[in-house]
């Protein structure tokens, strides 16, 4: 009898000691006696919603120093080192050996040290890439850092573009093609994705591929991977044109509705989105009375002339503005 009465003592005994804990952890206002406490994370205040009585102040905050506005921002930032990133082949992950032949003191190191380093980061470049694939993914990525920078587009962009590239080396589509083609390709797609309006001119001049070859790899890379991507508003491009054509806001304004009524009319179908948005650009600047040159216009969206006036005279047309 005694046995089966310990167990059950020693199966009771923690219950007891958990609800006690847990009575002891209910905190409660000296005020009202209300248990609606509030923690105000700004002024590190303990605050009762009912009666409004601090009742602790100036508590340590564990939290970090840094802020964070979203989700993602929350994910990079971290204490224990620089956040991870898809940019980098291995994320961001390995060691790198300085190439300064200087001690932590800033004091030049000897000649047999010197030595020394030089075959440390002769190795360390070796490791850092165990096989064929690490290869071509850490060319590819060092490709779209360089041609994003170029380009201007935010981190946001070359994250993207990296990701579709590392689907597309999972999947195998790199076989029989250029790195540099496939690379372009996948920051196009992410341009694309990511709603910031680069042209397919505007990725070749950066790249070292010619723009069918990019063209015909972009559209390659996004059936394979099933990306969804909607057709390029004009009105995107609409803001930076006039900008480098130093236009008035309302000339864009104009410019914005001639591509929205026109867009309604069906006359968008088929058409470059960079032509249509520089023909509406030089149609809102006629009639504001802020006449651009075609070749102007032309010059600063990499389109021809040609393209421009066909579109003018299509958006013209449909807009009952005649001469």
Same mark, same amino acid.
């Given at each position: 009898m005694t046995g089966p009465t310990r167990e059950r003592e020693r199966e009771e005994a923690p219950v007891e000691q958990e609800s006690e804990q847990g009575r002891e952890g209910v905190r409660a206002c000296p005020e009202c006696e209300s248990s609606n406490l509030v923690k105000s994370e700004d002024r590190a205040e303990l605050v009762c919603e009912d009666c409004g009585l601090v009742v602790e102040e100036d *508590?340590?905050? /564990?939290? /970090?120093?840094?802020?964070?506005?979203?989700?993602?921002? %929350?994910?990079?930032?971290? +204490?224990?080192?620089? &956040?991870?990133?898809?940019?980098?082949?291995? #994320?961001? =992950?390995?060691?790198?050996?300085d190439w300064k032949d200087q001690d932590a003191y800033g004091r030049s190191i000897s000649s047999k040290k010197r030595s020394k380093m030089h075959r440390l980061r002769?190795? *360390?470049?070796?490791?850092?890439? #165990?096989?064929? $694939?690490? %290869?071509?993914?850490?060319?590819?990525?060092?490709?779209?850092?360089?041609?994003?920078?170029?380009?201007?587009? &935010?981190?946001?962009? +070359?994250?993207?573009?990296?990701?579709i590239y590392r689907r597309a080396l999972k999947e195998d589509l790199?076989? $029989?093609?250029?790195?540099?083609?496939?690379?372009?390709?996948? =920051?196009?797609?992410?341009?694309? #994705?990511?709603?910031? &309006? +680069?042209?397919?001119?505007?990725?070749s001049e950066v790249s070292r591929v010619e723009r069918k070859e990019i063209g015909r790899t972009y559209r390659y890379i996004s059936q394979e991977l099933g990306l969804e991507m909607k057709p390029?508003? &004009? #009105?995107k491009y609409v803001p930076r044109f006039c900008s480098e054509l130093d236009l008035d806001e309302e000339v864009q304004t104009k410019a914005n509705e001639i591509i929205e009524t026109t867009a309604e009319k069906g006359l968008l179908s088929g058409k470059s989105p960079t032509g249509f948005a520089a023909a509406a650009i030089y149609a809102a600047s006629l009639l504001c009375n802020e006449k651009k040159t075609q070749r102007e216009v032309a010059?600063?969206? *990499?389109?021809?002339?040609?393209?421009?006036?066909?579109?003018?005279?299509e958006q013209i047309e449909a807009m009952g503005i005649h001469g």
């Open positions: *508590q340590i905050d /564990p939290g /970090p120093e840094w802020r964070a506005f979203n989700h993602s921002e %929350r994910q990079e930032k971290s +204490r224990v080192g620089a &956040p991870t990133t898809q940019t980098m082949h291995d #994320k961001g =992950l390995t060691t790198t050996i002769k190795w *360390q470049e070796r490791i850092r890439t #165990k096989d064929a $694939g690490e %290869r071509n993914l850490q060319f590819a990525l060092s490709e779209t850092d360089r041609m994003a920078s170029a380009l201007g587009v &935010p981190r946001s962009v +070359r994250e993207v573009a990296s990701v790199i076989r $029989g093609r250029s790195i540099e083609g496939v690379a372009t390709s996948c =920051l196009y797609a992410a341009c694309r #994705k990511e709603g910031i &309006p +680069r042209s397919l001119e505007e990725i390029v508003d &004009p #009105k010059e600063v969206a *990499q389109v021809t002339e040609v393209t421009i006036r066909n579109r003018y005279q």
